[in-house]
């Protein structure tokens, strides 16, 4: 954790806590636990195991970047990369430690993600009695279409003003289309997107799964077609070999996604009417890069202003 980071979609890292434990299938090769086992044998992670807290020095780390933020004008994005915000097993009052170091970094973006969005309601509330500030970005890890259909609607209902989710490892194809549009026929007055911006990425790492670029792509033209913020944030250890056959995988109306799994023979296997087959290479996480058909994508939500400060920059 500190001043710069390797993650493409935040400034920093800091966490108020280290340690989690495996709740779902993004949860499988996490580097953080192999980070907790390299340096402090796992102590940390697990059912059971015990949170490891940090000192005062580390703890005054976010609020001399905020003062740096603030002189210079611009917001800096902080994740807490070793812990989930939301974790039941936090250390007794760390959480409400967090959210006083939270209303006094206002020049700080805090992108609180979880893999357990139904408690961040609750907990948000219990942190922010007077309501979420602006600062806080609260996002959810989806990995395939399973885990949309049961977590973002939880995600919607938490309180927060700016909702992302990330979806890395991306482990299969995922429709958005009941919670970012478009709705209706064009030219009709549409609702809102519930959802302000989504982060895909393909998995790094020992063990990684490869990601179907399809599957990236769909969710590309799911969010230009809604007006949502679209970062894509890497391909992972896998990038799109040169053999590709059939029809283009996404479907039309982003709703009727066909499932798929990877053939180790030879390639992705798509089930569906729309299904073509790709190969993927193992070529490294530098080597397969952040370009997806040639491009970068590096779109964020819109940050409100910090009241009585005026409009300040990424």
Known sequence: MGTSTAIEWTDSTWSPWEGCQKVGPGCDHCYAEAMNRWLRSGSNWGP?????TYSETHWKKPLRWNADAARAGRYRKVFPSVCDPFDNAAPEGERERFAELIRGTPHLIWLLLTKRIGNAGSMLKAMFPDGT?????????IVNQDEADRDIPKLIDAPASIRFLSMEPLLGEVSLYDWIGPWGKPGELQAPPMIDGVFVGGESGRGARPM??????????????????????????????????????????????????????????????NAFRQTMDRIGKKTAGRHLDGRLHDDFPQINAVAGKGPFQM
């Open 133 to 141: 500030p602006d600062n806080v970005w609260l996002g959810a890890t």
């Open 212 to 273: 179907h670029p399809a599957w990236a792509r769909s969710l590309r033209d799911q969010c230009d077609d809604a007006g949502v913020a679209f970062h894509f944030k890497q391909w992972g250890e896998w990038a799109p070999g040169n053999s590709c056959a059939g029809n283009d995988l996404i479907d039309r109306d982003r709703r009727n996604i066909a499932s798929g799994f990877f053939d180790y023979n030879g390639g992705w296997n798509l089930l569906g009417p």
């Open 48 to 52: 059971g195991a015990p949170r490891r």
